[in-house]
């Protein structure tokens, strides 16, 4: 079973940039607060450009969450979870890269 994404968990668009979550409840934690799909997500730092000009990834759109879990209405992620990470200009820049995630609670 996939363990569940928190705050903690380290993720980053494809271009280098890190992922930074906002949740929008507190009160399921797995040392830190568990993530939904309809949190916030932006991303900082991203390199990416096209030819020249810079077109950083800037937020993360979710489409596929935990299937079983809930925490306040809404879907958790797990590890299996699929982010699409946006430019300034909603287009798909790739997916989300999940480098660490804590171990002690998983879901599908």
């Given amino acids: 079973m996939p363990a569940l994404l928190t705050v903690a968990s380290t993720m980053t668009c494809p271009h280098a940039g890190t992922v930074i979550a906002t949740p929008g409840s ?5 040392r830190s607060p568990i993530l939904r799909g309809s949190d916030t997500f932006l991303i900082v730092g991203c ?27 809404d879907f958790v992620l797990n590890e299996s979870s699929v ?10 820049q790739g997916t989300v890269l999940i480098a660490a995630t804590q171990q002690e609670v998983a879901g599908l």
């Fill in 83 to 92: 982010g699409l990470c946006l430019s300034g200009a909603q287009a798909p």
């Fill in 26 to 30: 507190i009160s399921a934690q797995a």
């Fill in 47 to 73: 390199t990416f450009n096209v030819s020249g000009a810079p077109n950083p990834c800037v937020s993360v759109r979710w489409v596929q969450t935990a299937t079983r879990v809930k925490h306040a209405g």
